[in-house]
């Protein structure tokens, strides 16, 4: 009797261009990336991507940049509901903002608070 081998795999070897392993790399490794996600679409193994990770340096994998946008609406400024005057004393010298998060809460800040206080402060409301 005649011996019979079976080949259930796709044995090949393929030739990645350079362009191709960095878009892949940037798809795998983006913020909304998976690398198994990205391997199991492109037909390669994860280990593959993290190889070709090391074998790149860090400047050609640049993070993609993806501009957004966030709706900004001006409100005028608030008048009491007593007489129709302007607010008085130091609540009209200080500006208020207020901005609406994605997440739907509201943040109401000094119009001259620190930007690094205002950008850490939006990311506490939005993890909550």
């Not at 081998?5 to 796709?10: K, R, V």
């Not at 362009?19 to 790399?25: A, R």
């Amino acid at each position: 009797m005649a011996k019979v081998e079976i080949l259930t795999g796709a044995e090949r070897q393929r030739r990645w261009s350079t362009e191709l392993k960095l878009s892949i790399l940037q798809e795998a490794f983006s913020a909304d990336g998976s690398v198994s996600d990205v391997a199991r679409r492109h037909d390669v193994l994860p280990q593959q991507i993290y190889a070709w990770r090391k074998k790149f340096s860090p400047s050609e994998l640049k993070p993609p940049q993806t501009p957004s946008f966030i709706p900004v609406s001006l409100i005028g400024a608030s008048e009491s509901v007593g007489d129709g005057s302007k607010r008085s004393g130091a609540r009209s010298r200080c500006k208020d903002v207020e901005i609406v998060l994605r997440n739907g809460r509201l943040l109401r800040i000094a119009a001259d608070m620190d930007l690094e206080v205002l950008s850490s402060l939006v990311a506490c409301v939005e993890a909550a």
